[in-house]
């Protein structure tokens, strides 16, 4: 199977091999998002973080917007050129290989920035913010959907949450969250905090199709039955606490630069 063997065995890799990337909330927070950055056919959009490109891709054919999304992994940037490429809005998507903490573009490029579930695995969070705002033209919005925690947290969980993934997610709370976009210069920003709900996160999987679930499937069966280093790497990950989300939650924020 193709790329297979140059597989790293770390979660983002993973996903992006397997072809599907995920934030809290599903699909239907992302588009609570993109309501509240107030996107239409006329925005430049940034998505910084964008993972199998399944949001920039909707925002394509569903606004007929232009978007350019971005992501530290070659692997991701990949898929979500498959992705513009199948869902026929490669002319309006430009997919690049970048670090959020150091975006390749000029100041005020895009009316609207987002990310979704991308910060958190960040640790210098007031660099990307940063750089968010450096992208975004005076007068347009910077949203985010990240993770946070909405009641403090036994050590245990805070520690078992960072040493389960290679990933090493650090979750804020939504003072420190506040405090970094206002420090970054975001004015009039709007808040909404979620707690986990099942249903909510259900709608993650409307923003794939029956073809990239079955190809999620065969390809994580394929791992599974030829890859013994992926069935041990599975195996010594260990499960997340049960009371996760009595603290876990995630919050949309946006800013106006
Ligand atoms: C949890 S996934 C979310 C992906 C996508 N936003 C979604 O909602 O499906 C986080 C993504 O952030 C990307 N990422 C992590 N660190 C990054 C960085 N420094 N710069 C750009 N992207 C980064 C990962 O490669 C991954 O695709």
Known sequence: MEDEKQLQLSYFELQAYVGTTKHMGGFETTKSLIELCHISQDTDVLEVGCGVGATACYLAKEYGCRVVGVDVSEAMVARSNERAQREGVADRVEFRVADAQDLPFEDANFDVVIAESVLTFIRDKQSVVGECVRMARPGSCVGLNEELWIETPPARVVERVRHTWDIKPEILTLEDWMGLLKSAGLSDIVVRPYKFDVRRESTQIQRYRFQDMWRMFYRTLFLY????????????RQYL???LFEYLGYAIFVGRR
């Not at 039955?225 to 010594?236: C, D, G, V």
């Open 241 to 243: 606490p049960k009371d």
């Open 225 to 236: 039955i030829k890859k013994p280093s992926f069935r041990k790497y599975m195996a010594e």
